[in-house]
């Protein structure tokens, strides 16, 4: 058996031991009934709370749904937030893009397309964290391709990536059928319905803590020279 192809992101991974799991789970994907969800951290903060960011890639319509979960002031990049991602479309590296050239917030460690301000401890701090597969298909989410942009507002975000990964074997060719075929291949395999999760590693609240301490100390230090200067000011 060959070895899963390196990646930069970690988490949950959906395999498929048997061709003919892997074909109606390939079904799934293909259908856009799998629904994935990520959690990354990035360097700044997002323009509204929650919104879509529809911007081509090569061409190809490309479709990221964001949702801030928290943010925090930074003394390295002025801010770090943490977002859920989900991809409605999967372009290849959509979420670092869209975070990176959409968003103006790279993810934490893709000196890829956030340069060399971002890096942290060689970590891409990018989380395939929710999977549920089966989910009935969400047309008209994916706009029509053309000027790219975000929306925002306080609609409820569904990454193409959202912190969960998820491949079927590559070798499966895509099974044929209508979309009611498809769910039934969904259903004899039991995936209808079936979600599976994992919590981000603990290096994201360690990033986070690190990062906490020294702006609260770069804080002080600041209040401590301008307390020095304002009794200087006073003195004279």
Same mark, same amino acid.
């Given at each position: ?16 031991? *048997? ?6 789970? /390939? ?9 994935? @969800?990520? %959690?990354? %951290? ?7 709370? @929650? ?16 949702? +801030?979960?928290? !943010? /925090?002031? @930074? ?13 409605? *479309?999967?372009? *290849? ?26 890096? &942290? ?11 549920? +597969? ?12 053309? =000027? ?6 306080? !609609?409820?975000?569904? =990454?193409? $990536? @959202? ?11 895509? &099974? ?5 075929? $498809?769910?039934?291949?969904?259903? =004899? ?26 702006? /609260?100390?770069? *804080?002080?230090?600041?209040?401590? %020279?301008?307390?020095?200067? +304002? ?6």
């Amino acid at each position: 058996m060959r070895p899963p192809p390196r990646r930069a992101r970690r988490g949950l991974v959906a395999c498929a031991k *048997t061709r003919s799991a892997a074909r109606r789970l /390939q079904a799934l994907f293909s259908e856009r009934r799998v629904r994935k @969800s990520y %959690v990354a %951290v990035l360097a700044g903060t997002p323009p509204c709370e @929650s919104g879509v960011v529809r911007s081509p890639l090569e061409g190809k319509e490309c479709v990221t749904f964001y949702r +801030l979960l928290a !943010s /925090q002031p @930074s003394a390295q990049f002025g801010s770090l937030s943490t977002v859920e991602l989900r991809p409605h *479309t999967g372009r *290849t590296h959509q979420l670092r893009r869209h975070c990176a050239e959409v968003l103006r917030c790279p993810i934490v460690g893709d000196t890829t397309y956030g340069g060399e301000r971002v890096r &942290a401890s060689q970590a891409l701090y990018l989380w395939a964290a929710r999977l549920e +597969l089966g989910v009935a298909r969400e047309d008209g989410e994916g706009g029509d391709g053309g =000027e790219g942009g975000v929306e925002g507002g306080d !609609s409820e975000v569904g =990454e193409g $990536e @959202s912190a969960l990964g998820a491949e079927a074997g590559s070798d499966a060719a895509a &099974a044929e059928g209508t979309a009611e075929e $498809e769910e039934a291949a969904g259903d =004899e395999l039991g995936l209808a319905g079936r979600s599976f999760s994992a919590p981000p590693p603990e290096k994201f609240d360690k990033l986070l803590a690190r990062d906490r301490r020294a702006w /609260q100390c770069a *804080t002080a230090r600041a209040g401590g %020279v301008a307390g020095r200067e +304002l009794a200087a000011r006073r003195e004279s």
